[in-house]
């Protein structure tokens, strides 16, 4: 009889330690399902944080191009860039490095228009940036020059500049 009571026992204990290893399981699979259905409720919504993700992409490079951080900026900025109907593309680097006052200086002071510029969201891939003429810099009903940001595989990028009048 002492025999079939140890049994007992230890059958007892065989089945407290299986009922425990099966609900560390099911706490496992919760924690899993649980994380898949977090991650596949953000991929569902790809654009939820691209406004945040601008806004902060958007304050570095105003002040960079506030500061007249070149190398800064470039480093921001998608190639080839765009910079109107007529001209050229910038190529790389170290044209944009060359031609950084032509962008930044020429028919607007994106240093001076920068810090009260409005982003305006065209897509949830696009943001523009309007600046009035660097000749009249308070006249922004006539704020014709876009800067254009757009969001690539690497982050949000500044990919253009047009006159929009031409």
Known sequence: MIKETVKASELNSF???GACRAVAERRRVIRAQTWLAGAL????FP???AE???????????????????????????FPLS??????????????????????KGE??????????????????QYDVYCPFKETPNDWENAPIRFIFEQ???????????????
């Open 152 to 166: 690539t595989k690497s982050g949000w990028k500044f990919s253009g500049l047009d006159n929009i009048n031409e």
């Open 41 to 44: 409720i953000l991929l569902s």
């Open 52 to 78: 945040s993700d601008f806004s902060a992409f958007w304050k570095t490079f105003k002040s960079a191009v506030i500061a007249g951080d070149k190398a800064k900026v470039a480093e921001m900025t998608k």
């Open 15 to 17: 089945v407290s330690i």
């Open 108 to 125: 607007a002071s994106a240093a001076q228009c920068f810090p009260s510029a409005k982003p305006h969201q065209q897509s949830a891939r």
């Open 47 to 49: 654009n939820a944080f």
């Open 83 to 104: 910079i109107g109907y007529l001209e050229k593309p910038v190529k790389n680097k170290q044209q944009f490095l060359r031609r950084y006052d032509e962008i930044f």
